[in-house]
């Protein structure tokens, strides 16, 4: 793109800075209160509740082929850990004060695919398995779905293909639970995406098509061959809605957690949520629901790496999808591989304007750092990627934070907040990945 697109931006000094590869906090400027913000967004809570009452038609069908639910009764969902000895460590290392708890919110222990993915990835493949079964006759609504495991099931799904292009985990998600109900699934990976991924998706029974190409190339080739075959189905991780349903579901299944943990969230109790952003799909689906159910009482900011801002960019700027982190020079490069996303989903851009808070941007040293200092503090090991979400509680003290929490008069309801970095993947690195990562330092 030509560079004339500065003269259309706003943030002019603050995108300067993030050309530059700086580290920035981006404080939105369109947040509106959160009823006249739903106004204009045509997704509602009762779409919310469709997408749970799938996921618990289909409880019984995952609980059968995936036994680790069975604690569960086959739900997919994570643990809510405080982590006051990470909170300590945090604000000494980082010279910050966190006032109120923290709380980690692990959805790198997910059940089946170890990441946020198996939200929001296996939600779309079970939406598109019950579309086709109702479509054709095989099963209603009423049914026990653990039909969804026979061989007849299996067989007939065979017919059909699903592809995604993916960095890895929305892959993971994708590929295990198609190949599991029996579809033909091929996974675009982009040249980032680790080779245990590819190696276990293969092992799982899902094709591989390997690109040297970036994640938007995957997802471009993957949806031309999608779309040429009609028998194919492809999972738009840009354009999505059952996906960001599927996300959002997240916030109506952690009022239990908060109930169970003695967690209040009201106009005297804040609470604040940290999730690590892609191409915006599983931030901007949680953010959703979160909004949804707490409204003004829960600030949800954003966590990218220096050189692929991407829903920075494109939010800051107001250019939303138009623009990617190319055309301000950045390589969109990162360790922080499920981060890897030059252009953000124009759609959730749209979605999330006046619901997000703001956005902070960090160099990928800090994540290796981060992740170390959670084994030392708390014995829990996520991936680097997820360890951006910390640098949320550490940007308190940052002005852009303070000038954000007096604008909103929540100076003296500080020590009552409850604040979550969402740990976004993790649990299936294996041994020998961890440990590489564990002596890794950029820095
Ligand atoms: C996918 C992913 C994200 C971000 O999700 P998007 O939908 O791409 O924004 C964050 N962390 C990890 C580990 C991921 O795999």
Request: net charge negative.
């Amino acid at each position: 793109m030509d560079k004339s697109f500065w003269n259309r931006v706003k943030n002019k000094a603050l995108l300067e800075d993030v050309s530059k590869g700086r580290e920035v906090n981006w404080i939105n400027e369109n947040l509106k209160d959160t009823e006249t913000a739903m106004q204009a967004i045509n997704i509602t809570m009762a779409d919310i509740d469709d997408a749970e009452a799938r996921l618990i038609r289909f409880a019984p069908f995952i609980q059968k082929v995936f036994p680790e639910t069975a604690s569960q009764n086959g739900l997919i969902e994570s643990p809510l850990t405080e982590i006051p000895k990470m909170q300590k460590q945090l604000e000494e290392v980082y010279h910050t004060a966190i006032p109120g708890h923290l709380f980690l919110k692990q959805d790198s222990h997910l059940a089946i695919s170890g990441s946020v993915k198996a939200r929001g990835g296996i939600y779309e493949v079970l939406k598109h398995a019950e579309d086709l079964a109702l479509e054709h006759g095989k099963i209603k609504l009423t049914d026990d779905y653990t039909v969804f495991a026979s061989p007849k099931f299996k067989e007939f799904f065979g017919q059909f293909k699903i592809q995604v292009g993916s960095t890895g985990n929305l892959g993971l998600s994708i590929g295990i639970m198609s190949a599991a109900l029996g579809f033909h699934v091929i996974v675009h990976m982009s040249a980032d995406a680790k080779q245990w991924k590819k190696d276990l998706l293969r092992q799982r029974g899902a094709e591989v098509i390997e690109y040297a190409d970036d994640y938007s190339k995957a997802v471009e080739v993957g949806r031309k061959n999608s779309d040429a075959d009609p028998m194919s189905y492809f999972v738009d991780d840009e354009n999505s809605v059952t996906l960001f349903l599927g996300y959002a579901v997240a916030a109506k299944r952690i009022q239990k957690q908060f109930a169970e943990n003695g967690i209040v969230v009201d106009a005297d109790h804040p609470l604040f949520v940290y999730i690590p952003c892609g191409v915006g799909g599983a931030p901007g689906g949680v953010t959703f629901g979160f909004k949804q159910f707490f409204g003004d009482n829960v600030h949800v900011f954003f966590l990218e790496p220096t050189q692929a801002p991407c829903m920075l960019v494109g939010m800051a700027s107001g250019l939303q999808n138009e623009i990617c982190v190319q055309d301000f020079g950045l390589s969109g490069q990162t360790h922080a591989d499920g981060l890897a996303v030059g252009r953000a989903s124009g759609f959730v851009g749209a979605t999330i304007n006046h619901i997000l808070s703001g956005i902070f941007s960090l160099e990928d040293y800090h994540i290796y750092d981060l992740m170390r200092m959670l084994v030392d503090t708390e014995d829990i090991f996520i991936e680097p990627s997820a360890c951006a979400s910390f640098w949320g509680p550490i940007q308190l003290k940052s002005p852009e934070m303070q000038k954000y929490i007096k604008d909103n008069a929540l100076t003296d309801k500080m020590q009552n907040a409850v604040h979550i970095p969402w740990a976004t993947g993790g649990s299936l690195v294996p041994e020998e990945i961890r440990k590489e990562y564990m002596q890794t330092y950029l820095k």
